[in-house]
């Protein structure tokens, strides 16, 4: 994968780690930790997604690709759904009704049925500074945890003094990465993180 989401030179300073030392495989991972941890893939990526859905009765409607970007067009058995009669909730169209405040209880609903609901949309989200600050957070972790392995293993071989007890303690605080990683997702991009 490409750095597409944020440059290497983004991350570079984000992160305080000389561009020429980011590793391709720290950034694919990155990008692998936000979709699995958090749901959003297409991270960088917008793609044009046509779904064909059953219609559940219900004021709103999960797409099969999500992020919602943008909605081109919605219809109910064949019947275009006027563009001011729709909104988008992350990965739901809702149905709202023009004076209803509250789009969750209109009197809309996706019709009951087989394959009766089209809805054109644009899947993902462009890349933001928040997204690349995550980024650069997730790889600064990877970074500190690979230099604490080479730290360990070396200790392996050395007398235990005073410097490397400081440098064990260093390589040690590896182990809570996953933990950290989970921290930045849910402060800084917001993310509720699915339970496994």
Do not use: C
């Not at 009765?57 to 992020?67: E, N, T």
């Not at 890349?127 to 392996?156: F, P």
């Amino acid at each position: 994968m490409a750095w597409e989401a944020v440059s290497k030179t983004e991350v570079s300073k984000l992160a305080g780690i000389r561009e020429e030392d980011l590793r391709d495989l720290w950034y694919d991972a990155a990008v692998a930790v936000i979709a699995e941890k958090s749901g959003r893939h297409n991270i960088a990526n917008l793609t044009a997604v046509v779904d064909t859905l059953d219609g559940n009765g219900l004021p709103r409607i999960s797409v099969r690709r999500p992020p919602i970007s943008s909605v081109t067009s919605v219809s109910m058995d064949d019947v275009v759904v006027s563009a001011t009669k729709y909104t988008t909730d992350g990965a739901y169209v809702v149905l709202i009704d023009k004076f209803d405040v509250n789009p969750y209880f209109s009197g809309d609903v996706f019709v009951t049925g087989v394959k009766n609901i089209s809805i054109s949309y644009v899947s993902g989200a462009a890349s933001d500074y928040v997204v690349s600050l995550a980024i650069a957070l997730i790889i600064k972790e990877m970074a500190n945890i690979t230099t604490a392995e080479g730290a360990e293993s070396r200790l392996q071989f050395s007398n235990v003094d005073r410097s490397s007890s400081q440098t064990f303690r260093n390589a040690r605080s590896g182990v809570g990465v996953a933990r950290r990683i989970d921290e930045i997702l849910e402060t800084v991009l917001g993310y509720k993180l699915r339970a496994k």
